[in-house]
T-cell receptor
């Protein structure tokens, strides 16, 4: 079974803090993704990565950055958290960029920025 | 610009009846369509998919229909069970990027 784990289920931070969300997958997948889920807006792609040390912007990258130093780990960074970044953050991975394949999701991190 | 739309935010169906969830899209380059199911406090899980070269795919109680000319797909669940109560997202895949574009979700409530 593919397993995607996220470092925290719930996180509370203050405005202006630097926030790190970690995601690890154990199936040697090439692709990793970060989404946020908000009511009425569905899942929106923040950043994704096809390989170590590479990243691509998704649909809503503003205010976020990412890091992929190892194949199994993909980190989402909020440089200076703001209240509008309060959301559910979901990490996903998929095997290969060469063909269609489904994405496998982690359990999510509910982030609250006060 | 919302390329994948689920116009019904919620749906309530009686146990044993058919649930029909709808999804519309605008991008004709989408080549695969997927449905994901999400329970509260869990990540989405893959349910069923369909290639753009097909018009129907069936897996047990779940069937997905694709109407390319109308840019519309639907998920049929029959018979509906209380455990099917969840939020359902449709998603569309573009072949060159391995990205998924998700809809806004439909919350299905199956009542006894």
């Amino acid at each position: 079974d593919v397993k995607v784990t996220q470092s925290s289920r719930y996180l509370v931070k203050r405005t202006g803090e630097k926030v790190f969300l970690e995601c690890v997958q154990d199936m040697d997948h090439e692709n990793m993704f970060w989404y946020r889920q908000d009511p009425g807006l569905g899942l929106r792609l923040i950043y994704f990565s096809y390989d170590v040390k590479m990243k691509e912007k998704g649909d809503i990258p503003e205010g976020y950055s990412v890091s992929r130093e190892k194949k199994e780990r993909f980190s989402l960074i909020l440089e200076s958290a703001s209240t509008n970044q309060t959301s559910m953050y979901l990490c996903a991975s998929s095997p290969s960029r060469r063909a269609y394949n489904e994405q496998f999701f982690g359990p999510g991190t509910r982030l609250t920025v006060l | 610009d919302q390329q994948v739309k689920q116009n019904s935010p919620s749906l309530s169906v009686q146990e044993g009846r058919i649930s029909i969830l709808n999804c519309d899209y605008t991008n004709s380059m989408f080549d695969y369509f997927l449905w994901y199911k999400k329970y509260p406090a869990e990540g989405p899980t893959f349910l069923i998919s369909i290639s753009s070269i097909k018009d129907k795919n069936e897996d047990g109680r779940f069937t997905v229909f694709l109407n390319k000319s109308a840019k519309h797909l639907s998920l049929h669940i029959v018979p509906s069970q209380p455990g099917d109560s969840a939020v359902y997202f449709c998603a569309a895949h573009t072949g060159t990027a391995s990205k998924l574009t998700f809809g806004t979700g439909t919350r299905l409530q199956v009542t006894l």
